[in-house]
């Protein structure tokens, strides 16, 4: 079993849905939790970043962590065709700067 | 400012020849990471510099994975030998600091080398 989990099958959406995503894990020495966006033939790009468990929004984007269930969650609310990417889940303990991804997810945004 | 730059941003090569990709990071960055990502996978980590010491290799594949940053800014990943299975994208990222909890420790992605094995 990989230590972080996310379902990677492709979602499409219309415009103006909100998306959810959402990844599991297994170390409980992970403490912070990332949502990198990466666009075809493009390296990721950090997107949200937390340490605590709870929601924290950017605009559109809301992440959410529940440390308890190892469980953490991406939104995005009034989705964009600009939106359409691939979303990776990250994960890293505390002093130890290799971070462990999810499979990603492919989010197609249809107008 | 310019972010990451990797290059060759595409490689061919034939099954058994040796392979070098470069990583130029953001000015000043003291850390330095190479993953591999795997078609429809997520990036795996393969090896972490602080400056020009290589304090994490433990993601290489295989002793065929050479990497190194001798002036602690440009690294280069060599493969030898190169096999079919190294066929992937081969990401670097950089970040500001190491051991500070915060922004400061985000990782920066380059563009990636796109290396196929013929």
């Known amino acids: 079993q990989k230590e972080v989990e996310q379902d990677p099958g492709p979602l499409s959406v219309p415009e103006g849905a909100i998306v959810s995503l959402n990844c599991t894990y297994s170390?409980?020495?992970?403490?912070?939790f990332m949502w990198y966006r990466q666009y075809s033939r493009k390296g990721p790009e950090l997107l949200m970043y937390?340490?605590?468990?709870g929601n924290k929004e950017d605009g559109r984007f809301t992440a959410q962590v529940d440390k308890s269930s190892k469980y953490i969650s991406l939104f995005i609310r009034d989705s964009q065709p600009s939106d359409s990417a691939t979303y990776l889940c990250?994960?890293?303990?505390?002093?130890?700067?290799?971070?462990?991804f999810g499979k990603g997810n492919q989010v197609v945004v249809i107008p | 400012g310019a972010g990451v730059s990797q290059s060759p941003r595409y490689k061919v090569a034939k099954r058994g020849q040796d392979v070098a990709l470069r990583c130029d990071p953001i000015?000043?960055?003291?850390?330095l990471f190479w993953y591999q990502q795997a078609l429809g996978q997520g990036p795996e980590f393969l090896t972490y510099?602080?400056?020009?010491?290589?304090?994490?290799k433990s993601g290489l594949p295989s002793d065929r994975f050479f990497a190194e940053r001798p002036e602690g800014s440009v690294s280069t990943l060599k493969i030898q030998r190169t096999q079919q299975e190294d066929s992937a994208v081969y990401l670097c990222?950089?970040?500001?600091?190491?051991?500070?909890?915060?922004?400061?420790?985000?990782?920066?992605f380059g563009p990636g080398t796109r290396l196929l094995v013929l």
């Open positions: 990222a950089s970040s500001p600091t190491f051991g500070l909890a915060g922004l400061q420790e985000t990782q920066y």
């Open positions: 170390n409980s020495a992970f403490q912070y």
């Open positions: 937390t340490y605590s468990s």
């Open positions: 990250a994960m890293r303990g505390y002093g130890n700067n290799r971070l462990a």
């Open positions: 000015s000043g960055h003291v850390s």
């Open positions: 510099f602080q400056n020009e010491a290589q304090l994490d």
